[in-house]
């Protein structure tokens, strides 16, 4: 990710005014980033770039970019993820989660994704999403997954919901009336 690579000026999908040199533009946002066990390398979710990108630690090199308009995996039109946030591991690693907050004009509609990635060959060898039965995130929002649970937290729509993404039934919900949450967790409580 040198100073060189002038693709991320041109990938934004936020509308930057990258002649203006008095205001700064926020081209890439990023809004997540957790250390990959298997490799150690950084996998960097990017918002305004629809991108989730991981980068070799050592050498600082782009090892893949997943979604937005240069992704080196082929996404079908159901897996393609916009302005999320929140990239994590689930199933021992396994798994990447996303919460894929949607956009108001393309998708009005927030989602979580589960991508298991064959990164040796650049392609999905899973795939699921979830429908998040909540009103639509515009911004922020988080993603957890206890068995056959998602945790989300809605960000800017307010709310937090523990679902059984299988059945689609609601377990817990909380609104938090004009109050927003970057993330929201849910962590096992100690029984007596």
Known sequence: MGSADTSFYANSVEGNNFSDGTNA???MHMNGMFIDPKDNNLVCSFRNQDQIIKINRQTNSIVWRLGGKNGDFRLFSDQIFL???NPSLADNNQTLMIFDNG?????P???VLELQLDEANKKIAAFKSFSIPEPFTAFMGSVQK???EYF???GTA???L???YVTGQKIKEFTGGQYSSYRAYSYPTMEN
């Open 109 to 111: 509609e927030s989602r």
């Open 158 to 160: 307010n709310y937090m």
């Open 162 to 164: 523990e679902v059984n």
């Open 146 to 148: 206890h068995g056959d």
């Open 103 to 107: 956009d108001a004009t393309l998708r």
């Open 152 to 154: 989300i937290g809605g």
């Open 25 to 27: 533009q926020d081209y």
């Open 83 to 85: 302005r999320q946030h």
